[in-house]
């Protein structure tokens, strides 16, 4: 059974910068691609950034392009988002989700691509 759980959400003013982390197990981590995506309250989810089984290629949301970086460890079976620079509008639900198929070589921007998602963290950012 494929597990993915995500870490490191929280309040930070605007400006400020946090790292979500996300764990997955019940497979070979480093065969998928993974992705970030997030709700916001009253909104649809939304790709965030993703990144393919080998991290050869990465790709982001316009609106989070130059803020934030995603990376992964496949000895440690970790993905993680590195957020600078937030502002409010970033405030929302991060999910991380892994890839249906093994070793894609572009990594999805929709959530159709992404078999098993985390429950979410919540990042909320003050002005």
């Known amino acids: 059974q494929v597990r993915v759980v995500e870490s490191g959400g929280g309040l930070v003013q605007a400006g400020g910068s946090l790292r979500l982390s996300c764990a997955a197990s019940?497979?070979?981590?480093?065969?998928?691609?993974m992705g970030w995506f997030r709700q916001a309250p009253g909104k649809d989810r939304e790709f965030v950034a993703s990144?393919?089984?080998?991290?050869?290629?990465?790709y982001y949301a316009d609106s989070v392009k130059g803020r934030f970086i995603i990376s992964r460890d496949n000895a440690k079976n970790t993905v993680s988002l590195q957020m600078n620079s937030l502002k409010p509008e970033d405030t929302a639900v991060y999910y991380c989700?892994?890839?249906?198929?093994?070793?894609?070589?572009?990594?999805?921007?929709?959530?159709?691509?992404?078999?098993?998602w985390g429950q979410g963290t919540q990042v909320t950012v003050s002005s």
């Open positions: 989700a892994s890839d249906r198929s093994r070793q894609v070589l572009y990594p999805s921007k929709t959530e159709l691509g992404y078999g098993f």
């Open positions: 019940g497979r070979t981590f480093g065969d998928y691609a």
């Open positions: 990144i393919s089984w080998s991290a050869a290629i990465t």
